[in-house]
C-alpha cells in the first residue's frame, strides 16, 4: 500500500479549540515533568464513564492532522 492511498477521516475524540483559547498543551516531558509551554489547539476525549477533556498543541496530536478546523486521524482502506 502506498503513501498515496491513505485516507484522513474525522477523528470523534478529539476537538478542536477556538483560536482564542489560552489553555496550555497538557504533554509532559522526562522524570521532573517539564510541560509543553505551547498553547492548545485541540482537545481529546478521555474516559467513558467519567469523560475529561485533555488539552494539546499542535506539535503534540500524537499523528492527527488539522484540515479546515477539524481533527483527522489516518485511516487506511480496508482491503
Known amino acids: 500500500m502506498t503513501i498515496q492511498e491513505r485516507i484522513w477521516v474525522p477523528d470523534e475524540e478529539w476537538m478542536a479549540l477556538s483560536s482564542e483559547t489560552t489553555v496550555r498543551c497538557r504533554m509532559t516531558e522526562g522524570k521532573t515533568h ?4 505551547n498553547t492548545a489547539v485541540a482537545q481529546f476525549r478521555r474516559g467513558y464513564r467519567l469523560i475529561s477533556w485533555w488539552a494539546y498543541c499542535a506539535d503534540h496530536l500524537y499523528g ?3 484540515n479546515n478546523g477539524v481533527v483527522e486521524s489516518l485511516r487506511w482502506p480496508l482491503p
Not at 517539564?34 to 509551554?37: A, F, V
Open 64 to 66: 492527527r492532522r488539522f
Open 34 to 37: 517539564i510541560r509543553c509551554p
